[in-house]
């Protein structure tokens, strides 16, 4: 009885992860999600930089990867990835550039705007760490 409750447990935990890594679908033309043994949590493009461990991390932080002028300018400043920071950026990628000490003008090189789902798939990649 014990072995079915923890089954059913953690199913009802394991069942949110799941769900929200079939919404990163939307993500996974450009980014990739591979873990830094090189484990692929989710293989993608590679337009954008690996998003592992994004939350927490430094804006513009990947090594190699060659970011726009305007994000490396709020890189530059310290900024630090959190949920609520990806679900904007996500939302409109140059105006959060602009608020975020890119100044007027901003460009980013993420053209897609992804108008819903942001809190579900920053959630989930708040969870690949």
């Keep these: 009885m014990k072995k079915l ?3 059913a447990l953690l199913v009802a935990v394991a069942a949110p992860a799941m769900a929200d890594e079939k919404v990163f679908n939307k993500c996974k033309a450009c980014h990739s ?5 090189g484990t692929e949590v989710v293989k993608g493009g590679k337009t954008g930089p690996n998003l592992f461990g994004v939350i927490g ?3 513009a932080s990947v090594a190699d990867y060659d970011y726009g002028d305007s994000i490396k300018a709020v890189g530059a400043s310290g900024k630090v ?4 920071s ?4 996500i939302a409109d ?3 959060w550039l602009a608020a975020n000490g890119a100044g ?3 460009k980013s090189k993420m053209t897609f705007k992804l108008a819903k789902d942001g809190e579900e798939i920053a959630a ?3 969870t690949q760490k």
């Design 81 to 84: 990835w959190d949920e609520a």
């Design 104 to 106: 007027e003008g901003a």
């Design 57 to 59: 991390r430094p804006v």
């Design 33 to 37: 999600v591979i873990a830094a043994d």
């Design 124 to 126: 989930w990649l708040a």
């Design 93 to 95: 990628p140059s105006a």
């Design 5 to 7: 409750a923890l089954t």
């Design 86 to 89: 990806l679900v904007t950026y």
